[in-house]
């Protein structure tokens, strides 16, 4: 036939989701296919009615050992893989007394499902599927002739290629589907090794694999040169990956890692301690804050720095609400982010085309565990995500005044932001929201002069006559390594400040901060995020 393509007359239908599956057999029936099945992918398709053909009439053999064995057998892979155009396997075939199999639909067992409910381990290894796999790898690889469906979602596609062709399929949709059969084997693999290794508490295992879903193609990546797709890998954790977008045109390489960052540094605050506000740009924060109310919480983030917040992405850590949305709707955002959202923030915001409003069910917990990826030339670095969390319990005072109990809310704000910060990051907080924030520079002294220009900017433009640094606290990311850099913080008017202690010129910082009357306390955790 032209072009490799090939007339359908038998598929072998043996699927865990039944979704799709009679409109797949009705799609299938009314060419001329004719349909084996097994198991309850056969009771399914009979009690709709369609004559099937029960696999075991292939194997000579049913179904055994609670059904992990029923398709393990030459009469189901001799049919899958035989090549078409060598006449020594057709040969091979017929003497054997097997048929050639055209189409392998199988969707695999639930197993990442099984492990999302926490299944037992019993449960786990009988979720693993054997035949499946070697079915779909044989179908695969023998694309030239036969032609594969891993996931309903590809069902109606199949059939509108199907009714185009005539009840044929050509070579280049075999070739796809095999890449994507491949593709998905290749994922449910890693997913099984995951569990094992995590099972046997080995994070970091000898060989390692990741495995996404494809949500999105998008226009380009960060640059217009550069091509990009959004993959989601966990959908237990609530996020960007896994949120509802109710208006607004499609989210942007840059937004997407935007908007993660911003959702992850605002769910360190706890609703139940009050609503709060993260307003990010380029992966840093602009303005976070916790007030009384989301309304005073969002006014209080926005005006750390209003230049910055320009086109950037606000997170909430609690639904948002209609009059902060209000507030909002003439300041130009590209994304807000929330648990939930009122019916008068949707109408507040409705008419703001370019604005994404996204949902969720509920925040990432910080201090879930979990691993992240960086690509580097020739390899990549996995470690386990920075869920450390400091409480006031942590806090140890190395200074002649201790901080105020006021004074250490603010300090354990100011370090939660300063956690999302690029290194080195310095962060000037009071009354629970930023006034000044330093990210990304190669000298934390020179981080604390653009987090206390941004603050002597924003009192300017706010009428007020006093730097918005006096008498604030100050977080810093890591130690100081010399007195210089908390200079600056005293200088600036800081009362208090938090940083992880550990260098080997501590006392000389520490004589600083005594000499200055300012309280100083060290965490001994350090937050580096490159």
């Known amino acids: 036939m032209v072009d490799g393509s090939r007339r359908l007359r038998r598929a072998l239908l043996s699927v865990s989701d039944k979704t799709g599956l009679v409109e797949l057999a009705a799609g299938l029936h009314g060419h001329g296919v004719e349909l084996v099945s097994t198991g309850g992918t056969a009771a399914a398709l009979a009690a709709a009615g369609f004559a099937v053909r029960d696999v075991a009439t292939l194997t000579g053999f049913p179904e055994m050992m609670d059904g992990r064995v029923k398709t393990l057998h030459p009469g189901v892979h001799g049919g899958l893989l035989a090549r078409r155009d060598d006449p020594n396997h057709m040969r091979a075939l017929a003497d054997a007394g097997m048929v050639e199999i055209d189409l392998l639909v199988s969707n695999l067992y639930p197993f990442e499902a099984a492990q999302r409910a926490g299944a037992a381990p019993d449960t786990m290894i009988e979720t693993i599927d054997i035949g499946g796999p070697a079915m779909i790898r044989a179908a695969a690889k023998n694309h030239a002739s036969v032609a594969v469906l891993v996931e309903p979602g590809a069902y109606a596609p199949f059939l509108a290629a199907l009714d185009e062709g005539a009840g044929t399929t050509t070579l280049p949709l075999r070739r796809r589907l095999a890449a994507e059969a491949f593709a998905r084997t290749a994922a449910y693999d890693a997913a099984v090794s995951a569990w094992m290794a995590a099972a046997e508490g080995d994070a970091m295992p000898p060989r390692q694999s990741r495995a996404g879903a494809r949500a999105a193609v998008q226009r380009y990546g960060e640059n217009p040169h550069q091509r990009a797709a959004f993959y989601r890998t966990n959908p237990s954790r609530p996020g960007v990956a896994t949120a509802v977008q109710h208006q607004g045109k499609a989210l942007s390489w840059n937004n997407i890692n935007d908007t993660d960052a911003a959702f992850e540094l605002v769910a360190e605050f706890a609703p139940e301690a009050g609503p709060a506000v993260a307003i990010i740009k380029h992966a840093n924060p602009c303005g976070v804050a916790r007030a009384q109310t989301q309304a005073a919480a969002w006014q209080a983030a926005f005006d750390t720095d209003r230049l910055s917040a320009f086109g950037g992405i606000v997170a909430f850590n609690t639904p948002l609400e209609g009059e902060t949305a209000a507030l909002m709707r003439d300041i130009f955002t590209e994304v807000v982010i929330a648990p939930g959202a009122s019916r008068a923030a949707h109408e507040a915001l409705a008419d703001r085309a370019n604005l994404r409003l996204l949902t969720t069910d509920a925040l990432p917990d910080p201090a879930a565990p979990g691993q992240t990826w960086r690509d580097v030339a020739g390899g990549y670095l996995l ?148």
């Open 383 to 530: 470690q386990d995500r920075d869920c450390g969390q400091i409480g006031g319990e942590d806090l140890t005072t190395v200074t002649a005044r201790a901080p105020t109990d006021a004074e250490r809310r603010y300090l354990l704000c100011a370090g939660r932001v300063a956690k999302h910060t690029k290194s080195n990051a310095i962060v000037f907080a009071r009354d629970g929201a930023t006034v000044g924030i330093g990210a990304g520079q190669m000298s934390r002294v020179d981080s604390a002069a653009i987090a206390v220009q941004k603050a002597v900017r924003m009192a300017d433009s706010l009428g007020q006559t006093t730097p918005m640094t006096e008498g604030a606290v100050l977080a810093s990311d890591a130690v100081f390594p010399f007195a210089d850099g908390l200079q600056a913080a005293i200088d600036a008017g800081a009362r208090a400040v938090i940083q992880p202690g550990g260098s080997v010129r501590d006392a000389e910082v520490i004589a600083a901060a005594d000499a200055a009357g300012i309280a100083m306390v060290f965490t001994g955790m350090r937050h580096f995020r490159h």
